[in-house]
C-alpha cells in the first residue's frame, strides 16, 4: 500500500505551476480592468489545482493498466510501480475532478451558466487524454489540449469570472502561459520518447522525433517573452515579465545540450519555476498598470 508521501509524489506537484501561474495570470488580466474578485480568483485557483492534481492521477491509472509505465524513467507512478490499486488510484482521480468541478459550478452559477460546458469540457479532456479506448494522448495530441485547457481557458476563465469579460491583453497573456504549459509536457515526452516507442504511446515528441522536439521546446519558451514585448502596448511594466528569462534559459539548457532520460527532470522543473516567474511579473504589471 503506497504511503501518504507517496500519493503526494504520485499527484506531481512538480507539475502545480500549470495550474498556479494561469489563475496568477489571469487575475493580473482582470487588474488591468480594474475588476479583481479575490474570492473568485480563489474558487478558479481550486478548480486549477484539482483539476491538475486529478488529470495526474487519472494519467497514473490510465497508463498504469495498459503497462505504459512499466519501465518508467520519470516521476513515481502508483500503478506501473505497484504501490496502488488501480481501483483506488481512479477514486483519487475522480474526487479530485469532483472537488474542481464542485468549485466550477460555484463560479459558474455566479457568474454564467455556459461555464458549466466549459468545466464538463475541461473534465473529458483531462480523463480521455490517456482513458478510453483511443486516448488521443496516444495520437500527439496532448499538446493541443494542455494549451487549450492550461492556457486559453485557465487564463481567460479565470479573468472572465472576475471582469465578465475578456480582452486582448488576457488572449496574449493565455497564449504565453499556454506555451510555457507545453513545455513542461513537451519536456516530459521528450524524456519518455523511448519508452513511448516501446509501449505504443505516439506522443507529439514521438511523432517529431528528439532533434525536432529539442526545437519545439525552445520556440514555445520564447514565445511568452515576445508576448511580453506585445502587453507593454498596455503598460511598459509589462516588460518586468523578462525578469523570468535567465530562468527559461536555464529551463531549456538540459534540452539543448542533449540531456536525456533522468537528465531532464531538472528541465521540468526549471520550466515550471520560469512560468511562475512570468506569470507573478506580469500580472503584477498589469495591475499596476
Known amino acids: 500500500m503506497a504511503t501518504p508521501a507517496q500519493w503526494l509524489e504520485g499527484a506531481r506537484p512538480r507539475t502545480l505551476p ?3 501561474a494561469p489563475v496568477i495570470t489571469g487575475t493580473g488580466a482582470a487588474a488591468s480592468l480594474n475588476a479583481t474578485v479575490w474570492w473568485k ?4 485557483l481550486v ?3 484539482a483539476f491538475v492534481v486529478g488529470v495526474n492521477y487519472a494519467n497514473d491509472y490510465s497508463d498504469g493498466i ?12 502508483l500503478v506501473g ?3 496502488a490499486r488501480p481501483a ?4 483519487a482521480a475522480f474526487a479530485c475532478l469532483g472537488v474542481g468541478a464542485a468549485a466550477g459550478l460555484a463560479l459558474a452559477a ?4 455556459w461555464l458549466v460546458l466549459v468545466g464538463a469540457g475541461c473534465i473529458a479532456a483531462a480523463w480521455f487524454y490517456t482513458g478510453g479506448r483511443n486516448p488521443y494522448g496516444y495520437r500527439g495530441f496532448g499538446e493541443i489540449a494542455v494549451f487549450v485547457c492550461f492556457g486559453l481557458v485557465a487564463v481567460l476563465g479565470t479573468q472572465f469570472v472576475q471582469a465578465e469579460r475578456i480582452d486582448w491583453v488576457g488572449l496574449i497573456a493565455a497564449v504565453a502561459i499556454g506555451c510555457f504549459s507545453c513545455a513542461v509536457l513537451v519536456t516530459n515526452n521528450l524524456r519518455d520518447i523511448p519508452t513511448d516507442i516501446t509501449s505504443g504511446k505516439t506522443t507529439l515528441a514521438v511523432r517529431l522525433g528528439d532533434p525536432r522536439t529539442r526545437t519545439l521546446h525552445l520556440v514555445l519558451l520564447v514565445v511568452p517573452f515576445l508576448a511580453s514585448l506585445v502587453l507593454a502596448a498596455r503598460t511598459p511594466w509589462a516588460l518586468s515579465g523578462l525578469i523570468a528569462l535567465p530562468m527559461a534559459i536555464t529551463a531549456n ?3 539543448r545540450r542533449g540531456a536525456g532520460g533522468p537528465g531532464l527532470i531538472p528541465a521540468l522543473r526549471d520550466t515550471g519555476i520560469a512560468m511562475l516567474a512570468w506569470a507573478a511579473a506580469t500580472a503584477l504589471a498589469l495591475g499596476l498598470g
Open 18 to 20: 500549470n495550474a498556479v
Open 110 to 113: 455566479s457568474t454564467a451558466w
Open 253 to 255: 539548457a538540459p534540452v
Open 81 to 83: 510501480a505497484g504501490l
Open 88 to 91: 483506488a488510484v481512479r477514486t
Open 41 to 44: 480568483a480563489l474558487l478558479a
Open 47 to 49: 478548480v486549477a489545482v
Open 66 to 77: 495498459r503497462g505504459t509505465d512499466d519501465e518508467r524513467v520519470g516521476p513515481l507512478r
